[in-house]
């Protein structure tokens, strides 16, 4: 099958070497030239560095980028079997671009999104034949990072998702299966990650290095959350709270911080900007968290029983199975356990007693136990 990728920017030119390396022909289309040119010898760089790893040999690494066809029109994707587009998140746009898809590819084409945050069925909803739109998320970096995000539209037929999830299954990836529901998994189910850090930081309890600390040190995260929104940008990070925030109709859970809309204003993205939550200047000396157990062990408990009511309601409301919940957390942001499978380790009593302890404290909504952890409790389940 011919693969053609939409958009020559990180994600679409990383998407497009995946499928290149699972042998696939690939038309790589951009309408921006320079973009087309520069992911063009990014290729050639990336693939230079998989053959000094003895990753791949020199005559695999021609053959990769003798697969691929560079081009500024759209009308290159004629005989593709599938079309994942990667452009700009704006649903505009991607009307206009799968309008114009639909008119140049055959009727059994693939349509797909790599949307990180907007709807499916919306995206959808211009094309004469919507059962062949279907949304695959990657992860950036696309061809390291295992998670797919395969998130069928209420549109979609169950062959083009049978047919999408195959096809990414044999590029080695780990996909997921996800309802059409703002975030999709992880989006929706990180958000706590960030949101309740902020929150504590803006309740004075700890500065950005100790929560960083507690939750990398006593947690068993790879990265703290202000050091991985610095790495994200928090341009992208506030944008997509923003969003999911919107989606859900102003739901409490997901509210932005203050703290993260006056960083994003102030143009500290991040380590991109050079500055963020920390500074990255040369030269600067980071600040030194205080290490102090039983306020770090708060920090760690408080975040985590958000996130792990937030991966309890997704359950609740199918977005996604169980297995699928956990893979999408361990393998699209890392986390050390699926958050299913931790909160029954720790017990879906203590779950549900700190959270309604902060329920207690707080009167506010985003912290309300979700109605599947207090039917378990009630009734002396153990387990999903």
């Not at 998989?50 to 691929?68: D, M, N």
């Not at 995206?123 to 279907?134: C, E, F, K």
């Not at 080695?172 to 703002?182: A, E, G, R, S, Y």
């Not at 030194?288 to 409301?317: K, T, Y």
Request: charged share 20%.
């Amino acid at each position: 099958m011919k693969v053609g990728v939409l958009g020559a920017g990180t994600m679409g030119a990383g998407i497009a070497q995946v499928a290149a390396q699972a042998g696939h022909q690939v038309v790589l289309v951009d309408v921006n030239r320079e973009v087309l040119d520069k992911a063009k010898g990014n290729l050639v760089k990336v693939l230079d560095r998989l053959v000094e790893k003895g990753t791949v040999s020199v005559a695999g690494a021609a053959e990769i980028s003798e697969r691929f066809t560079y081009s500024t029109s759209t009308t290159d994707f004629s005989a593709c079997g599938i079309v994942i587009e990667a452009i700009v998140e704006n649903m505009n746009v991607k009307h206009t671009v799968f309008k114009e898809l639909e008119s140049i590819v055959s009727e059994e084409c693939i349509l797909a999104s790599n949307t990180s945050s907007l709807p499916i069925a919306s995206i959808g909803s211009v094309l004469n034949n919507p059962s062949r739109i279907i949304g695959i998320h990657f992860f950036n970096p696309a061809p390291l990072m295992p998670l797919v995000e395969i998130i069928p539209a209420v549109q979609t037929s169950q062959e083009v998702m049978t047919a999408a999830k195959q096809l990414i299954d044999s590029w080695k990836k780990i996909t997921v299966l996800c309802k059409d529901t703002p975030g999709f998994i992880v989006n929706r189910v990180a958000r706590p990650f960030y949101g309740e850090a902020l929150r504590i930081y803006e309740e004075g309890l700890a500065d950005f290095a100790t929560i960083d600390w507690a939750m990398t040190k006593l947690g068993g995260f790879r990265m703290g959350p202000f050091t991985l929104m610095d790495y994200i940008g928090n341009d992208i990070n506030y944008t997509v709270t923003e969003s999911v925030f919107t989606a859900f109709y102003y739901d409490p859970r997901y509210k932005p911080s203050f703290t993260q809309k006056r960083h994003f204003e102030a143009g500290y993205l991040g380590r991109k900007s050079g500055r963020g939550y920390y500074n990255y200047a040369e030269g600067i000396v980071q600040p030194e968290p205080s290490e102090n157990p039983e306020l770090g062990q708060q920090i760690v408990d408080r975040i985590l029983v958000m996130l792990m009511n937030e991966a309890i309601d997704a359950l609740f409301l199918n977005v996604a199975s169980k297995e699928d919940i956990d893979l999408a957390m361990t393998n699209g942001v890392n986390y050390p356990k699926g958050l299913l499978a931790w909160a029954e380790e720790k017990s879906l009593p203590w779950v549900l007693e700190q959270l309604e302890n902060l329920f207690e404290e707080y009167g506010e909504d985003r912290y309300r136990p979700s109605p599947l952890l207090k039917r378990l409790v009630k009734a002396g389940k153990t387990s999903f």
